[in-house]
């Protein structure tokens, strides 16, 4: 072996034993619990083979008609698959979106600010609710409107003069 594929075996070894225990592993585990009925009375499981599976999968005849025994594994198998296929599309899609804003196009400082502007919002959005949360009188500020029903008294007037703003309070105005 070359000694830049063993130092890329090397670099790469903590991420696939990583995938192996945090990832495999609990799919291994999983499918091999599926093997048993678990009690919780009595502690013990109890080998049933693939009898689990076939409640999943199979069909039972009532009233004349055939009906999945686990209606939901259908409707979350569906849901599964629709998934495996819009991850790619949107990935592909979003690499495209990248491409084009990054060519030299008409209106393309147009498109990357409003590509940008949910960001923007999110931010306000924040601030808004953490200046909700904080505001000094009572009635309005749910953490004072707390402090002053539990223990009577009024919490830090913020935003009111700059020596009673913590660094928290500045950084959440900038």
């Known amino acids: 072996m070359k000694s830049q594929n063993k130092a890329a075996f090397f670099f790469l070894l903590p991420n696939f034993v990583g995938f192996l225990i945090f990832a ?8 091999g619990m599926g093997f048993y009925r678990y009690q919780l009375a009595s502690g013990a499981p109890v080998f049933i083979g ?22 939901y594994f259908w409707k979350y198998l569906g849901n599964t698959l629709f998934l495996m296929l819009n991850i790619p599309l949107a990935m592909v899609g979003s690499l495209l979106l990248a491409v084009l804003l990054n060519k030299e196009l008409p209106g393309r400082i147009f ?30 500020g749910i953490v004072n409107g707390l402090l002053w ?6 919490g830090i007037e913020r935003g ?14 900038a």
């Open 24 to 31: 495999l592993g609990p799919v291994v585990v999983a499918a």
């Open 50 to 71: 693939l009898d689990n599976f076939a409640d999943l999968v199979l069909f039972k005849k009532v009233n004349g008609e055939w009906v999945a025994r686990d209606p």
């Open 111 to 140: 498109f990357r600010t409003l590509f940008f502007i949910p960001h923007l919002c999110t931010g306000i959005a924040i601030y808004m609710v953490w200046k909700m949360l904080l505001t000094y009188e009572p009635n309005v």
């Open 149 to 154: 029903q539990i223990f009577g008294v009024l």
């Open 160 to 173: 009111r003069s700059p020596r009673r703003s913590s660094p928290s309070d500045q950084h959440l105005s």
